[in-house]
């Protein structure tokens, strides 16, 4: 239950951090929001809001192992993904990676898995 706490901490400093940028309607490399209203301004932001949200449910030790994380910005929605651990290679690592799709308007998550 703390984690879900965090979560929606995590996402209302999300919104209070968005109100300054409603003039950002441009994308830059893939890291600002093509929305007026910046709620998830950056793939920065996204990220950190899916770290949140997939240490809550897959928990904090698997998440951190599929570090770094990528977010790409299309059509006002964050596409964040985690990437293999570097040892996957050398263990034979089996699975996926975790993901999450963050609309960029309202922070909403619209999906979210882990590849098996």
């Known amino acids: 239950m703390k984690s879900i706490g965090k ?3 995590l996402i209302g400093i999300c919104i209070v951090a968005g109100i300054g940028c409603s003039a950002i309607r441009y994308v830059t490399n893939d890291t ?3 929305s007026n209203q910046c709620i998830v301004p950056d793939s920065k932001t996204a990220i950190r809001i899916a770290e949140a949200v997939l240490s809550a449910r897959y928990g904090k030790n698997l998440i951190l192992s599929e570090r770094p994380f990528t977010a790409v910005a299309s059509n006002g929605v964050w596409f964040v993904e985690g990437t293999f651990p570097w040892t ?3 263990v034979g690592w089996r699975g996926g990676v975790a993901s999450v799709e963050i609309k960029m ?4 998550i ?7």
Do not use: E, N, P
């Open 7 to 9: 979560v929606i901490v």
């Open 32 to 34: 600002k929001a093509v």
């Open 88 to 90: 996957a290679h050398f």
């Open 105 to 108: 308007d309202d922070g909403q």
């Open 110 to 116: 619209l999906h979210i898995q882990h590849g098996k």
